[in-house]
């Protein structure tokens, strides 16, 4: 039962936490827009804005939610961790597909996704073994 819920509330924090920055993210998308309607220059980095800030952003969430998961389940943590990892990342991915084709920016993501995910909970293993001794 508590692999159970280790696995619910870190694909429940992941989720809710990239909906919220995916809000954050169209209202900044709109302001940057506006802007760019002034500004021209700025058009031509608009793609690889979305790149250099989401990712980043996108694995921080994964590790804070592998860490959760580490936290709540305390033993076996890996395999939840991916399992969080998978689900998370796979139906985000799943829902984005377009023609069930997948490029190769998205398996590069679902790839740091897992490895995000089992950094948090080798992290959490780590703090945790710090503090028993």
């Known amino acids: 039962m508590r692999s159970i819920k280790a696995i619910i509330a870190g694909c429940v924090f992941v989720i809710f936490v990239i909906l919220l920055l995916q809000l954050v993210y169209i209202f900044v998308a709109v302001g940057y827009n506006a802007l760019a309607k002034d500004y021209p220059f ?3 980095i608009s ?21 959760i998961t580490a936290y709540i389940a305390s033993e076996r943590v890996i ?12 139906g985000m991915m799943y829902s984005a597909m377009e023609n069930y084709s997948l ?25 945790n073994r ?3 001794t």
């Open 79 to 90: 395999p939840h961790c991916l399992a969080v990892g998978f689900i998370t990342a796979g």
């Open 42 to 44: 700025l058009n031509d």
């Open 103 to 127: 490029t190769t920016t998205g398996i590069v993501v679902f790839i740091l996704a897992l490895a995000a995910t089992a950094a948090g909970g080798l992290y959490w293993q780590k703090d």
């Open 130 to 132: 710090a503090q028993q």
């Open 47 to 67: 793609g690889s804005f979305r790149y250099l800030i989401g990712i980043p952003v996108f694995v921080a969430v994964m590790f804070v939610g592998g860490y």
